[in-house]
C-alpha cells in the first residue's frame, strides 16, 4: 500500500471514529462512553482508537477543533472590517453560520453537562471570546462588552432548542440576536 493511501485510509478512520464519538456521546452521554464502544461501534480494536485519540478528551477536543478554527476565521473577518457595526456584522453572520452548519455538534456539547464540562476546562474557546472582545471594541473592551461576547458562546447551545428551524430561518434568528446582544458603542 503506498504512502498516500495509508495515509487517506488513516483519515477516514480517524474521521469515522470522531463521527461514532459524537453519536454515542449524544446517545448515551460522555461519561457513559468509553473508547471501548467507539472501537465496538466501528468494528476496530480499542488500540487502534488509541493510536488515533490517546484519550476521550482528546477525541473530544478533536471534535470541537473545527469550530475553534471557524470561530477564528470569523474573528479575523471581523478584524479586517473598517467600523465597528461591520465587525459586528461579521460576527454575527459568521457565529449564526457556524452554529448552523455545526448544528449537530453543538446541540450534543450543550445537551451533554457533563461533556460541556470538560470541554469547558480545556477549551480555547475563552482566548477566542477575549480576542472578539478586543477587535470589535478595541484593546479595553469594558466588562458589559466583555459579558455581551461571552454571551455569544451561551446563545449557540440555544440551537436545540430550535430543532424546527430551518437552517436559514436559524442563521436568520441567530444573527439577529448577536446583533442586538453587542453594544454598539
Do not use: N, W
Not at 456539547?109 to 482566548?127: E, I, N, Q
Request: hydrophobic residues 45%; proline residues 4%.
Amino acid at each position: 500500500m503506498s504512502p498516500g493511501v495509508r495515509a487517506e485510509q488513516a483519515r477516514r478512520t480517524r474521521a469515522g471514529i470522531q463521527d461514532a464519538a459524537l453519536a454515542l456521546f449524544a446517545g448515551r452521554g460522555y461519561d457513559a462512553t468509553s473508547l471501548q464502544d467507539i472501537a465496538d461501534e466501528l468494528g476496530l480494536t480499542k488500540a487502534a482508537v488509541y493510536y488515533h485519540f490517546p484519550s476521550k478528551l482528546e477525541l473530544l477536543q478533536s471534535i470541537c477543533e473545527p469550530v475553534y478554527a471557524r470561530v477564528s476565521a470569523i474573528i479575523d473577518d471581523a478584524a479586517a472590517q473598517t467600523s465597528r457595526q461591520r465587525r459586528i456584522d461579521a460576527v454575527a453572520d459568521g457565529f449564526a453560520d457556524l452554529t448552523v452548519s455545526r448544528r449537530a455538534t453543538i446541540s450534543v456539547l450543550a445537551a451533554d453537562p457533563v461533556m460541556h464540562g470538560r470541554m469547558k476546562a480545556a477549551s480555547k474557546m475563552d482566548d477566542l471570546l477575549i480576542r472578539a472582545a478586543r477587535v470589535i471594541y478595541g484593546d479595553s473592551p469594558t466588562p458589559d462588552q466583555i459579558l455581551a461576547v461571552r454571551a455569544i458562546a451561551v446563545l449557540s447551545d440555544t440551537i436545540s432548542a430550535l430543532p424546527e428551524l430551518a437552517d436559514e430561518e436559524a442563521r436568520e434568528v441567530l444573527s439577529r440576536a448577536v446583533k442586538r446582544l453587542l453594544p454598539r458603542r
